[in-house]
């Protein structure tokens, strides 16, 4: 069992940042891949951006250059910072990890981020 909790969502007005986190924790194997996907209303679940299996990082092109994920692997957090914040990043956003020998997919509850012009 893999339990993970985001935090840092919140309200910002556009052009401001916010810094989401993921803590994971439980049967956390070495093989694993993080990362962060959202659902804004209306809109289906989107990757915002992830490590692959090889430690690369991807991201959705509307992010590129705005937001950075990072890890910690010590601590089992992954982070995403988020730039240059507008309305249209405004989500529930969910914190993903997959082990890469089961399959398994495990998610956090998610944490909101509204963006305001």
């Known amino acids: 069992q893999v339990q993970l909790v985001e935090s840092g969502g919140g309200l910002v007005q556009a052009g401001g940042s916010l810094r989401l986190s993921c803590a994971a924790s439980?049967?956390?194997?070495?093989?694993?891949?993080m990362g962060w996907y959202r659902q804004a209303p209306g809109k289906q679940l989107e990757l915002v951006a992830r490590?692959?299996?090889?430690?690369?990082?991807n991201y959705a092109d509307s992010v590129k250059g705005r937001f950075t994920i990072s890890r910690d692997n010590a601590k089992n957090t992954v982070h995403l910072q988020m730039n240059s914040l507008i309305p249209e990043d405004t989500a529930v956003y969910y914190c993903h990890l997959q082990n890469l020998d089961s399959y398994s997919n495990y998610w956090g509850q998610g944490t909101p981020v509204t963006v305001s012009s």
């Open positions: 439980g049967s956390i194997f070495r093989a694993n891949v």
């Open positions: 490590f692959t299996s090889g430690g690369v990082t």
